[in-house]
């Protein structure tokens, strides 16, 4: 099995990839620029060029599985919002399906569903998330929505919770995100489930099992 891992180049693409290698998990990253192969290809991980807002459907060729952690990121406009993080997730959801891949993992976002309750500067990305996840949903594609909270760059807990509620920090490592996806990875059945992701004290079988 080979997982098309999208934003590869990013925080948690990059942890992903590392993890799922050690994991004897095969990855294939996606990168935009031929400059961010060489990390990959200096871990033996296989590396190609593709872009969310060009072309890209080579890069799905012969994968079974996608994860999707690609972003436009805070420095960017809604335009990029509109760009990568909905018409790029929806593009890659369409080719997904028909290259005949078999389940796509989406990083979406916590409350996304509640886009107008977010800060007002959030409210577009979170609307974007919002639809990239129902489009995802409505697919017919098996599916997997991780739905971490505020993201940070501490050391992995490997402990989980799904509710603001329940989670001492409000927020979640990047890496324990990259930990909950490489669990996914490793089981195949699990599809058709949304989760927030927040650090907390359960291990991730308790969230996604
Ligand atoms: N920040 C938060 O608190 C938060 C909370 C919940 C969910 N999320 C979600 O978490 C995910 C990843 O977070 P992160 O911290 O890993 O983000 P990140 O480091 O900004 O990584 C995003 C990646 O997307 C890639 N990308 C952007 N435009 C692209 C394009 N046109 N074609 C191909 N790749 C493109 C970027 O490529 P380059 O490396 O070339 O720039 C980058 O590698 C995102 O889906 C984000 O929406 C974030």
């Known amino acids: 099995m080979t997982i098309l891992v999208v ?6 693409g990059k942890q992903f990839c ?10 294939r ?21 593709g872009d969310l ?5 080579h890069a799905f060729e012969g994968c079974d599985e996608v994860v999707f952690t690609a972003g436009s990121g805070p420095h960017t406009g ?16 369409d080719i997904a399906k028909e290259k005949g891949l078999k389940r796509f993992v989406m990083v979406s976002a916590i409350r ?20 990239a996840d129902r489009y995802l949903e409505n697919s017919g594609l098996a599916h997997v929505i991780l739905k971490p909270g505020p993201l940070t760059d501490e ?4 402990g989980f919770v799904d509710s603001l509620e329940a989670s001492p920090s409000g927020s979640i490592t990047r890496a324990d995100v990259a930990y909950a996806l ?5 089981h195949p059945a699990l599809e058709n489930r949304s989760v927030t992701l927040l650090n907390g004290d359960q291990p991730i079988d308790a969230l996604l099992s």
């Open 155 to 158: 050391a992995p807990t490997h």
């Open 182 to 186: 490489v669990h996914v990875a490793r």
């Open 78 to 93: 809604p335009d990029k919002t509109l760009l990568i993080d909905l018409h790029g997730a929806m593009r890659s959801v």
């Open 7 to 12: 934003g590869a180049n990013g925080q948690i």
């Open 53 to 57: 807002e060009g072309d890209m459907a």
């Open 29 to 49: 990253a996606m990168v935009r620029r031929e400059e961010q192969l060489e990390w990959f290809k200096a871990r033996g991980i296989e590396a190609v060029i």
């Open 18 to 27: 590392e993890q799922a290698q050690q994991a004897g998990i095969a990855v």
């Open 112 to 131: 996304a569903e509640k886009p107008l309750e977010a800060p007002e500067k959030m409210r577009p990305y979170m609307a974007a998330k919002l639809a």
